[in-house]
T-cell receptor
Framework: GIQVEQSPPDLILQEGANSTLRCNFS?????LQWFHQNPWGQLINLFY???GTKQNGRLSATTVATERYSLLYISSSQTTDSGVYFC?????????????FGKGTKLSVKP | NAGVTQTPKFQVLKTGQSMTLQCAQD?????MSWYRQDPGMGLRLIHY???????DQGEVPNGYNVSRSTTEDFPLRLLSAAPSQTSVYFC??????????????FGPGTRLLVL
């Protein structure tokens, strides 16, 4: 099945710094989403981005489907950005509705 | 809209007990699913449904049953709880019946501890 690898596994930032999180996937996808899991465990959908670029405030994401990777950019990080960021994909021909999750990037933003 | 709701938030069971995790959505979504999240890992699909009366197995279905009698509700039943089922359970939904090419929305999760 499709493999999803996220890097780095852990990231520590000072408040105000910028960061880039990466998601590599091993096969063509028709669905790619980025999620933020906050310290209370809730999963928040950040972007649905199987291709192209999107921006939402301080966050933006780019997926280059032909090269099988996606990037999540966080600018001017805040302590509330802390948590785990997951990339999840669904591939053509895969089990219907089955989002395959990476293991996540754990982000800690220090004041 | 309340979105996707789950009850209970936390549950402790003894080995062999049965229970039902509740999931409801008020967005008229066709597609609903259950995932489990284990420490240090992403989420894995247990069961999913593409509409009322239709369910199918995901990646890790053993030990779990589901049914979908209404569009709104998708309960997950543990038939005979085992310590290996200690996990956090998430319910998700999306508008499209296939679940693909759609944003999936997740509930707040149910933390289950099986002793």
């Amino acid at each position: 099945g499709i493999q999803v690898e996220q890097s780095p596994p852990d990231l520590i930032l000072q408040e105000g710094a910028n960061s880039t999180l990466r998601c590599n996937f091993s096969d063509s996808v028709n669905n790619l989403q980025w999620f933020h899991q906050n310290p209370w465990g809730q999963l928040i959908n950040l972007f649905y981005i199987p291709s192209g670029t999107k921006q939402n405030g301080r966050l933006s994401a780019t997926t280059v489907a032909t090269e099988r990777y996606s990037l999540l950019y966080i600018s001017s990080s805040q302590t509330t950005d802390s948590g785990v960021y997951f990339c999840a994909v669904m591939n053509y021909g895969g089990s219907q509705g089955n989002l395959i999750f990476g293991k996540g990037t754990k982000l800690s933003v220090k004041p | 809209n309340a979105g996707v709701t789950q009850t209970p938030k936390f549950q402790v069971l003894k080995t062999g007990q049965s229970m039902t995790l509740q999931c409801a959505q008020d967005m008229n979504h066709e597609y609903m699913s259950w995932y489990r999240q284990d420490p240090g890992m992403g989420l894995r699909l247990i069961h999913y449904s593409v509409g009322a009366g239709i369910t199918d197995q995901g990646e890790v279905p053993n030990g779990y049953n589901v049914s979908r009698s209404t569009t709104e509700d998708f309960p997950l039943r543990l038939l005979s709880a085992a310590p290996s089922q200690t996990s956090v359970y998430f319910c998700a939904s999306s508008y499209g019946a296939s679940g693909s090419q759609e944003t999936q929305y997740f509930g707040p999760g149910t933390r289950l501890l099986v002793l």
